[in-house]
Structure formats: structure tokens, C-alpha cells
């Protein structure tokens, strides 16, 4: 298996445009997190879906974050516009179930750089 | 609220040296406890799991205690190599998702 697969790994954008964040997760398994992790924050979870289902978006910072799962193979998180202040690395990780003691596997993350 | 706290500064060690990192958290009984290896430009690495009802578990050259009474997780490597260098990362079971501290840098010296 590839593992949790991101795209694009590396993000440079301007202030104010759109940036579309996109994983593949884990064949086979049911549960997704996107997460952002910075210096200052560590590693903060943002949704999570289970059975393509967002369960959880409390950690979505503002309305510009938005996220789907259309499919159990593919989701995206979208920041419109962007700020400076969403840089950061962000990670998706997929669990094989809903079982929170479930090992999380995380995919390299895309590191987002907003100028 | 829920709080977890992994010691911030950077964990200097001689390498073949045993190397102890923390993990504090308070406001919780979580049932069970992760640890992750994160390296840089890379997302965590799942390393060990240790549930509320075991004090210690080991694979290979790890080792993690939970202590449920002091609220507290300690992770160990044993004969420490510079390849075990990396930021390690604590995780508590939350109510459908992990909590995360973090992380602590350790660095191994040769």
C-alpha cells in the first residue's frame, strides 16, 4: 500500500487566493483527519470524517477553511481566501475504524506558505 | 479542559545512554495512551499503545509505563542511537479522536 497520500507537498501562494489541499487516504479505511500543525500550536485537529461523513469540523478555524470527503478514496480542504497566518503544515490522516484506540496514519503533509 | 503537556526543550542525549521523555496530562483518564516518532518534513509514525489497564510495554528497544495515579506516560529508549533522533509525540484517547501534546525533540549524540 502507498500509504496517505497529499497533494501538492509544497504550497506558495499570495494573500487572498484559493488554495485546495487534497489526500487520498488509506484503501479500506473508514475514518479521516485533516490536522495543521505549527511551532507555536503543535499538531491541531481541524475535522474528521468517518464513512465519508464530516463528524466533527469544531477545529475549522474560521468559514474561509472548508472541507469535503465526496468518496471514501478522496478529500480536500479548501481555505478561501487565504492568510498569511494559515501557514503551516497541514497533515491528513486516515484509521483503518471508527475505534478511537486505532493506530492514525498520517500522510506527508503540504507545507503551505501564504505571502 | 483536557491538557497535555511534553516537555518543550529539546532532550540531549549520549548515544548507547537511555533516553526518558514525559508525557503530563490533567483534567482526564484517557483508557489508553499513543506514542508517534515525527521526523522532519515527515507526518507521525505510530511507535507503541499502552491501555489505562497495563503499566508498561515494550517493543524492542521501547519502552512505555503509565501511571494512571500520577496522570503521566514515560517513554524510553534503551542504548540510544542518533538515528533515534526525532520529535515524539504522546496522544490520549479522546472521545472519538486523539489528543495530541506537543512533542518533545530528542537528540541523540554519537
Known amino acids: 500500500d502507498a500509504g496517505v497520500i497529499q497533494s501538492p507537498r509544497h504550497e506558495v501562494t499570495e494573500m487572498g487566493q484559493e488554495v485546495t489541499l487534497r489526500c487520498k487516504p488509506i484503501?479500506?479505511?473508514?475514518?479521516l483527519f485533516w490536522y495543521r500543525q505549527t511551532m507555536m500550536r503543535g499538531l491541531e485537529l481541524l475535522i474528521y470524517?468517518?464513512?465519508?461523513?464530516?463528524?466533527?469540523d469544531s477545529g475549522m478555524p474560521e468559514d474561509r477553511f472548508s472541507a469535503k470527503m465526496p468518496n471514501a478514496s478522496f478529500s480536500t480542504l479548501k481555505i478561501q481566501p487565504s492568510e498569511p497566518r494559515d501557514s503551516a503544515v497541514y497533515f491528513c490522516?486516515?484509521?483503518?475504524?471508527?475505534?478511537?484506540?486505532?493506530?492514525?496514519?498520517f500522510g506527508p503533509g503540504t507545507r503551505l506558505l501564504v505571502l | 479542559s483536557q491538557k497535555i503537556e511534553q516537555n518543550s526543550e529539546a532532550l540531549n542525549i549520549q548515544e548507547g545512554k537511555t533516553a526518558t521523555l514525559t508525557c503530563n496530562y490533567t483534567?482526564?483518564?484517557?483508557?489508553?495512551l499513543q506514542w508517534y516518532r515525527q521526523d522532519p518534513g515527515r507526518g507521525p509514525v505510530f511507535l507503541l499503545l499502552?491501555?489505562?489497564n497495563e503499566k508498561e510495554k515494550r517493543k524492542e528497544r521501547l519502552k512505555v509505563t503509565f501511571d494512571t495515579t500520577l496522570k503521566q506516560s514515560l517513554f524510553h529508549i534503551t542504548a540510544s542511537q542518533p538515528a533515534d533522533s526525532a520529535t515524539y509525540l504522546c496522544a490520549l484517547e479522546g472521545n472519538y479522536q486523539l489528543i495530541w501534546g506537543a512533542g518533545t525533540k530528542l537528540i541523540i549524540k554519537p
Open positions: 470524517f468517518n464513512n465519508n461523513v464530516p463528524i466533527d
Open positions: 484503501s479500506g479505511h473508514n475514518s
Open positions: 483534567n482526564y483518564s484517557p483508557a489508553y
Open positions: 490522516a486516515s484509521r483503518p475504524t471508527t475505534g478511537v484506540q486505532e493506530t492514525q496514519y
Open positions: 499502552i491501555r489505562e
